[in-house]
């Protein structure tokens, strides 16, 4: 086979077991982005898959370690850079796994990059959101828009991908609650603060007859609006913390995701409830979203979220052992 003939085969075959795992969409149109920008950083320097080793994927390693996000001129977040390097290293599993190649330089090659990386993102606290809420002028369509949309997303700690794909019909405005379509497909009902829920019928008006309607759209094609993208909440973010001089380099719309676990375990909530709301798979994660105190973890709360919900139950003993563990984890990285 031709270096070109060997490519298309490990790209072919790393798509089908990818398919084949049920990967979510998204997640193997992101592994076959990295894979393909691989391939053409390869052909740039003149390497083929079958003449890579150690050395050259060192190369490129580094390449995504010193590569910058485009939109804003920061580096690549850990997770994103081993997430893209591991996706690469598959390629070569498959080709000598299938008896392409003779050696996988990819065996005992360790190039994880620690996850304290570069700037950390950090929430926003309790005054700075809001002040930010409340700086937005809801008197323009735009405006109206913009507060709809972020307290929406503070409401229910909500991804902006999350966001973007919520249809009117996803929300059920008496019980104050939205079906949100979260990563790997895993939908999950969210409850609404009363300040969202209100917010949420203003900005749609009449729109609201139309349930199979994006809730926030962007563009318009084909005469048909499409739903706003997530990168598009970001910029609209961006610019509006500029225009409020709170522009700063550690905050980031996936902030004010982590404004609401904080918030509400400040407020009282437990953390596995925290860990439902956000949809997160692990609870691994959500202790570095809330960035945990060990002298907090173990009350008792019954008040949760600045702007109201109520979602208590006590921690049993079971739960404390697994969290102390958590820390003592925590605390041996630092």
């Excluded at 060192?58 to 370690?65: A, G, P, V």
């Excluded at 700075?128 to 507060?147: A, C, H, P, V, Y």
Aim: proline share 2%; with cysteine.
């Amino acid at each position: 086979m031709t270096s070109e003939m060997i490519m298309a085969f490990a790209l072919a075959l790393s798509e089908e077991e990818m398919k084949a795992d049920r990967l979510a969409a998204a997640t193997i149109r992101a592994a076959k982005k990295a894979q393909k920008e691989f391939a053409l950083w390869m052909d740039r320097k003149g390497y083929t898959l079958e003449t890579m080793g150690k050395t050259q994927l060192r190369e490129y390693h580094k390449e995504l370690c010193d590569r910058k996000n485009e939109r804003t001129g920061e580096p690549i977040a850990s997770v994103t850079i081993n997430a893209m390097f591991q996706k690469v290293l598959v390629l070569f599993s498959i080709l000598y796994r299938e008896g392409v190649i003779k050696e996988n330089p990819a065996h005992n090659l360790e190039l994880a990059v620690h996850e304290n990386r570069g700037l950390r993102r950090r929430p926003l606290t309790l005054e700075e959101i809001t002040e930010f809420l409340e700086s937005i002028d809801t008197s323009t369509q735009q405006g109206l828009k913009d507060r709809t949309m972020f307290e929406l997303i503070y409401s229910s700690g909500l991804r902006v991908s999350e966001a973007a794909g919520i249809r009117i019909r996803d929300i059920d405005f008496e019980r104050r609650e939205v079906i949100v379509r979260g990563k790997g497909d895993r939908d999950r009902v969210v409850p609404i603060s009363k300040v969202a829920r209100d917010f949420l019928l203003v900005f749609l008006g009449e729109r609201i007859q139309t349930p199979d309607a994006w809730v926030f759209t962007g563009s318009i094609k084909r005469c048909k609006e499409e739903k706003m993208k997530g990168g598009g909440i970001s910029i609209r973010f961006r610019r509006l913390l500029k225009r409020f001089n709170m522009n700063r380099k550690e905050i980031s719309t996936h902030s004010i995701r982590h404004s609401t676990a904080t918030h509400l375990l400040e407020n009282g909530a437990s953390v596995r409830h925290i860990q439902e709301l956000l949809g997160h798979k692990y609870i691994e994660t959500t202790v570095r979203y809330t960035q945990i105190q060990s002298d907090g973890v173990f009350k008792v709360y019954r008040k949760y979220h600045p702007r109201e919900h109520e979602m208590f139950e006590a921690v049993d003993e079971e739960y404390l052992r697994r969290f102390e563990v958590l820390l003592d984890w925590k605390s041996r990285r630092k």
